[in-house]
């Protein structure tokens, strides 16, 4: 069962407009959400987290959004680069667990010229 | 400051060898995690370490044997390497102390195919 789910594989954004990539939790016990971005042959690499006090977070062109209600968040990259090109993981955690992750499957973004 | 290390970077197994995939971090960090990733998948927990001198299972462990050498060091054991555990493998260490919640640094990612 599929706790954390990006629906869409791929994204394709031209260079300057807004990458808008999503994510859907059905566990309500997540309480701690985080954004990684993963160049090939490269670990991931941590881009931005909300905690669930917080419905917005704001991190320079990145900004985080969560909608507690629809166990939905959503990563907003404005405006988009050619070197945002990566695939993106949406991860949460819950309290009590160790820090323990649950990933989504991914969406690989790509910013055209 | 490397951060988070793995060795090997590449491996290749025939079905039934064995061997141990070695992680460290200079971090300081308390908690160590290993993950799988495979197409289609995301990244899957397989064991975690959340201090020295403690192992737990994750999502997938089956397979699998972890040793939290110090608190630098975590490794992952294949005692009989199967096609199935084809995949790329990461470790990763956080400051987790169980009451606030930081995020994992990643290492590079050992990738190994058993044949």
């Known amino acids: 069962d599929q706790q954390v789910k990006q629906n869409s594989p791929s994204l394709s954004v031209q260079e300057g407009r807004i990458s808008i990539l999503n994510c859907d939790y059905t566990?309500?016990?997540?309480?701690?959400f985080l954004w990684y971005k993963k160049y090939p042959a490269e670990g991931p690499t941590f881009l931005i987290s909300?905690?669930?006090?917080?419905d917005k977070n704001e991190d320079g062109r990145f900004t985080v959004f969560l909608n507690k209600s629809a166990k939905h968040l959503s990563l907003h990259i404005v405006p988009s680069q050619p070197g945002d090109s990566a695939v993106y993981f949406c991860a949460a955690s819950a309290t009590g667990t160790a820090s323990k992750l649950t990933f989504g499957t991914g969406t690989r973004l790509q910013v055209t010229l | 400051n490397a951060g988070v290390t793995q060795t090997p970077k590449f491996q290749v197994l025939k079905t039934g060898q064995s061997m141990t995939l070695q992680c460290a971090q200079d971090m300081n960090h308390n908690s160590m995690y290993w993950y799988r990733q495979d197409p289609g998948m995301g990244l899957r927990l397989i064991y975690y370490s959340a201090s020295e001198g403690t192992t737990d299972k994750g999502e997938v462990p089956n397979g699998y044997n972890v040793s939290r050498l110090n608190k630098r060091e975590f490794s992952l054991r294949l005692e009989s390497a199967a096609p199935s555990q084809t995949s790329v493998y990461f470790c990763?260490?956080?400051?987790?102390?169980?009451?606030?919640?930081?995020?994992?640094?990643f290492g590079p990612g050992t990738r190994l195919t058993v044949t």
């Open positions: 566990n309500s016990m997540f309480d701690y």
């Open positions: 909300i905690s669930s006090i917080k």
């Open positions: 990763a260490s956080s400051e987790a102390d169980g009451r606030a919640r930081y995020e994992q640094y």
